[in-house]
């Protein structure tokens, strides 16, 4: 069991950056983000033995952080209220164009297969290899790269037809 401990830990020490990266991508609030990887690595370390090829333990900790972001959502979401009075709304002239495409590409990554999202994901904001992202995700590289080329058509058609629609 000493030996399964430090692995962890050798593992938690030279993937953290990388994995604390996947969860900013995940929860653009730096403190949430530590907060999700946290309780990833605690769920996955309760199931380490179980990984059986370990070059695979970053794609098992981005599905237990997504899994974990969307338990969280879910649990926020249901404690909303509405209200009638809005709160004040100051100008934000840092970065707020880029922060809006980033919600546009947000929005517009909502539209593809799950499939589709992870493969997206995995080679450009994580930039695995083709190879990489087919091991990832059990899939032939040749899957990986149509699959990523008809993801992206489907995602500049939808980027323009929303651009439009915000111009309007």
Known sequence: MATE????????????DVLLRSARRLISDPVDAQD?????LVRTYGHWDGIA???LADAYLR????????EWWRSRRLQEVPTENLPEVDSVEDGAEQR????????????LAPKQRSVVILRHWEQMSTEETARAL?????????????????????????????AV
């Open 5 to 16: 401990v430090l692995d962890f830990e050798e593992y938690v020490r030279t993937r953290h």
């Open 36 to 40: 999700l990887l946290q309780t990833a």
């Open 53 to 55: 090829d370990k070059s």
């Open 63 to 70: 599905r237990v952080m997504i899994n974990t972001r969307t």
């Open 100 to 111: 809006a495409n980033r919600a546009l590409l947000m929005e517009v990554l909502t539209v």
């Open 138 to 166: 059990g899939m032939s590289p040749g899957t990986v790269k149509s699959t990523l080329h008809r993801s992206l058509a489907r995602m500049r058609e939808e980027w323009e037809r929303r651009a439009v629609g915000c």
